[in-house]
């Protein structure tokens, strides 16, 4: 099969990492029978300097021309001015928006063989297996009004959490759908006691819950469910929040994994379900303090490729193989300087992407 794929490097160790992603793809086409075609662009801080725009129109086409789009990461310091309007984040904003990338995936798995890496205790940890569904496109960061001004009293500011039943029920058949391939359970995590949008996310959430009555769904308040994840991991299957909420857990669910570098994402315009249009990511950022160096981690990188396979391209077997590969990889002992362990050996984000490969073609 054929697929068009485009590769937005971005800033700081983004171009490192998904170098290694784009190599583990170029592996899986050739042992698979594949044709893969990739076409890079610039996006974030790059293309600020470059062409004055954090996303062109010429970038964006490109992507909406693709079956998939892999990301690296964009931002940083030379590009955190605060009274400059154009900003490398506006990259990803722009993306989401204009493609309708409202689903968020965020698988979060704890490899038995990092457990240590984990602040948490190995008994807490292991087992952990959860896909956090975040709504990407509404809620606090793009509700309307959001200004700030000056009055006789002082500086003000508001943002506000807006959502509809159309967002909230396409976001929870989202992870219904993801359930139904995995344990079939569904936590819907709202601030249902003192938020009213949060009343209409569990009345809608209950209502679509009631469509897939193969799939358990229930509800949790956010600040139960941030204590849970850190005490109690191995309960949850498949969690679906709105957007502001989401941004947290998936950032403390790190902790399961042991670091940020092992943390892949999805962002869809439809459901889990054939071939649908997404975005692939690491979530680790641009990490500006380590670019150029060659010991970023590109793991994340290359298991978003292998959510590209699965969510774009529904190359189910060929996700899978790339999925075990990493998995091989870290059994064998290699790790990068987030992940070392003592015993292990320690390699660069080029050493470890080429491991990868050569597991999946042996």
């Not at 062409?51 to 079956?67: F, I, N, R, V």
């Not at 722009?94 to 948490?120: G, I």
């Not at 869809?268 to 054939?274: A, D, R, V």
């Not at 996700?319 to 990889?329: F, P, S």
Request: glycine share 10%.
């Amino acid at each position: 099969m054929s697929f068009k794929i485009a590769v937005l490097p971005g800033d700081g160790i983004g171009p490192e990492v998904t170098e290694e992603a784009q190599k583990a793809l170029v592996a899986v086409a050739g042992r698979f029978g594949h044709s893969f075609e990739f076409t890079r662009g610039l996006a974030g801080g790059a293309a600020l300097d470059a062409q004055g725009s954090p996303l062109t129109d010429e970038t964006l086409a490109l992507c909406q021309q693709s079956d998939a789009i892999l990301f690296g990461a964009v931002g940083g310091p030379k590009w955190d001015n605060p009274q400059v309007d154009l900003r490398p984040e506006q990259a990803l904003f722009r993306l989401r928006k204009t493609l309708d990338l409202f689903a968020n995936l965020r698988p979060v798995r704890a490899f038995p063989m990092l457990s240590e890496k984990s602040p948490l205790r190995p008994e807490i940890v292991r087992g952990s297996d959860i896909i956090i569904v975040r709504e990407l496109a509404g809620g606090l960061y793009f509700g309307q009004p959001k200004k700030r001004w000056e009055t006789e009293e002082g500086r003000r500011a508001v943002d506000t959490m807006d959502y509809s039943d159309r967002e909230i029920a396409r976001i929870v058949r989202v992870a219904c759908e993801l359930a139904r391939r995995r344990r079939k359970g569904v936590v819907s995590v709202d601030k249902f006691n003192a938020l009213i949008s949060s009343r209409l996310w569990r009345q809608v959430a209950t209502e679509v819950g009631q469509e897939y009555t193969d799939v358990e769904l229930s509800h949790m308040l956010a600040d139960t469910f941030s204590m849970q994840l850190v005490t109690n991991p191995t309960a949850f299957d498949v969690v679906v929040t709105g957007n502001v909420f989401g941004d947290i857990f998936t950032d403390e669910s790190a902790v399961l994994a042991g670091s940020m570098g092992l943390l892949p994402s999805a962002s869809l315009c439809g459901l889990p379900t054939g071939r649908t249009l997404g975005l692939y990511e690491p979530i680790h950022g641009s990490a500006p303090t380590i670019a150029g160096q060659g010991i970023a981690n590109p793991l994340a990188a290359i298991l978003s490729a292998a959510l590209l396979l699965r969510y774009s391209l529904d190359l189910e077997t060929e996700a899978q193989a790339i999925e075990d590969a990493v998995q091989a990889v870290l059994e064998s002992g290699h790790r990068t300087v987030d992940i070392l362990t003592e015993g292990s050996t320690k390699v660069g984000t080029k050493e470890m992407g080429d491991l990868v490969v050569e597991k999946l073609l042996s």
